[in-house]
């Protein structure tokens, strides 16, 4: 049988009955680290024993390390028979080496015990007086990246050993707390003349010079910390109870559906202007409108906020079986695009390119939802054979525009505007220029012209409205010079 013992969190009296009976009546007994302060204790007792430091400095990672404790104890066991294994604290608590070493020994159908021990989490509860009924998160340091830290709950973190570690864990902890979060910094915790525990802003962390293995900390619950997520559903919510806003509680999907189009806009422009404080700004707007739909499709019962997460996170999974399923193998953007397009038709059960184009959505920019409908074209080589063709296609829509104005017929004058326009856009496909982005260009150069023709004015006493238009015209051109 292998016995797996826990050496408390380091104070002598910590140390359970049964562990001590275990230690002093087995002859093989290995210690995951002698740096703990209870092994003065079984040296005093004159308890033999080994230890697996020396695996630490010949492996890359903790995973290696403790993974080659586990196989090298059954190893052991094998060549010596019954043999006790003891680490610091509970056996059970952020120990990887122990839940090795028993998936090991389940695999080996090998006899285990675990004997139970005081945690470092009841030495941490004992010296901070922290109730865990209201809630305790325990985190290990080497394992923070992949946490969700929550400040609705207290969070223990073990294991912080070094100045390295403290900087890593202190950078995870400032994506979600404030800089000046008020945190414990324990060390030593339930060992007298020892232990230390002082409180200290977040940011100081890693500037703490007795950090060591005994170091852990303590993030005490704060509901008014950094905003989450959370505290936006919990706005909206309010926003839209009973004795909310009454404007928030009378919007209907319908209601609000154009805020989502505008928001969008704002974003690009954000981009476009490579202004960060207002990215972030508009990002949050947009946030914001999908939370409200969620809040309203939760109100009417239909849906929430976590079926949306759900179902966005299943659809990004399964259109990329290349990175999640590891099913095939796509080594370029391209490919990845035509994967993402015949997963589409599946997951849409279009069975025509017809039926890809009505579903390519009308709440699209009119240019480019032309754009789009015009590459699905392509695809099955109903296109141009260059640019030349697309540019006779717009000079003969041109001259239907103006056969269907001398004609005084609105809804032909509207049907070839539309033709122009069309055509318009494949010119731009062929050339590679995006025609959104062509368009508001043109329109911002319109504006700065114009500005200029207003500013003239202004500088000699005219108003706009008393100017002629041929006037206009000549400081137009003026201004054309000037953007050369």
């Known amino acids: 049988m292998i016995?797996?013992?826990?050496l408390g969190p380091g104070a002598q009296e910590a140390l359970t009955i049964g562990c001590i009976n275990e230690l002093e009546n087995c002859k093989n007994i290995f210690?995951?680290?002698?740096?703990?302060p209870t092994v003065e204790y079984l040296n005093k007792k004159d308890i033999q024993f080994k230890t697996y430091d020396y695996v630490y400095d010949s492996m890359e990672s903790f995973d290696e390390v403790y993974l080659n404790i586990a196989e090298?104890?059954?190893k052991k066991h094998k060549e010596l028979g019954e043999l006790v294994y003891s680490v610091p604290g509970h056996p059970l608590v952020a120990e990887k080496s122990v839940f090795n070493l028993i998936s090991l020994c389940k695999k080996e159908n090998i006899e285990y015990k675990v004997i139970p021990a005081v945690s470092f989490i009841d030495a941490m509860m004992e010296s901070l007086s922290i109730d865990p009924i209201e809630g305790l998160k325990v985190i290990d340091a080497f394992d923070i990246s992949n946490q969700v830290l929550d400040k609705r709950i207290g969070t223990i973190i073990t294991q912080v050993y070094n100045q390295l570690i403290a900087s890593e864990v202190k950078l995870k902890l400032l994506q979600q707390y404030n800089d000046e979060t008020e945190i414990y910094y324990v060390r030593a915790a339930g060992i007298k003349e020892e232990e230390s525990i002082r409180k200290i802003p977040l940011f100081e962390l890693d500037m703490q010079e007795d950090i060591d293995y005994l170091t852990s900390i303590y993030i005490p619950k704060d509901l008014n910390n950094k905003k989450d997520f959370y505290d936006l559903l919990e706005i909206i919510e309010v926003l839209r109870g009973e004795d909310g806003c009454p404007w928030d509680r009378e919007q209907t999907h319908e209601s609000i559906k154009k805020a989502l189009i505008e928001e969008s806009y704002e974003v690009v422009d954000?981009?476009?202007?490579?202004?960060?404080?207002s990215l972030i700004e508009e990002l949050?707007?947009?946030?914001?409108?999908?939370?409200?739909?969620?809040s309203i499709g939760q109100e009417d019962g239909y849906f929430n906020?976590?079926?949306?997460?759900?179902?966005?996170?299943?659809?990004?999974?399964?259109?990329?079986?290349?990175?999640?399923?590891?099913?095939?193998?796509?080594?370029?953007?391209?490919?990845?695009?035509?994967?993402?397009?015949?997963?589409?038709?599946?997951?849409k059960g279009y069975s025509s390119l017809t039926q890809e184009m009505q579903g390519i959505t009308k709440g699209l920019p009119s240019l480019l939802r032309a754009h789009k409908v015009q590459v699905k074209a392509k695809k099955v080589g109903f296109d141009w054979n260059d640019v030349s063709f697309a540019i006779k296609k717009v000079e003969e829509e041109l001259k239907e525009v103006v056969s269907a104005y001398n004609m005084d017929s609105k809804a032909k004058i509207k049907e070839e505007v539309g033709d122009l326009l069309f055509s318009c856009v494949n010119v731009a496909r062929f050339l590679g220029i995006d025609e959104e982005i062509a368009l508001n260009a043109t329109t911002d150069k319109f504006i700065k012209r114009f500005s200029y023709i207003e500013d003239q004015a202004t500088q000699k006493g005219l108003n706009l409205k008393d100017m002629s238009l041929e006037y206009m015209d000549k400081i137009w051109e003026e201004s054309k010079k000037l953007d050369k």
């Not at 016995?3 to 826990?6: E, L």
């Open 284 to 294: 949050g707007d947009i946030l914001l409108q999908v939370v409200f739909h969620a």
């Open 3 to 6: 016995k797996i013992v826990g």
């Open 72 to 74: 090298d104890l059954i």
């Open 305 to 347: 906020i976590s079926d949306v997460i759900e179902g966005i996170c299943k659809k990004m999974i399964y259109r990329h079986p290349h990175v999640f399923n590891k099913t095939e193998k796509i080594n370029s953007s391209e490919d990845v695009i035509l994967k993402w397009d015949d997963l589409k038709k599946e997951e």
């Open 31 to 36: 210690l995951r680290t002698e740096k703990h």
């Open 270 to 277: 954000a981009i476009d202007q490579e202004d960060a404080n």
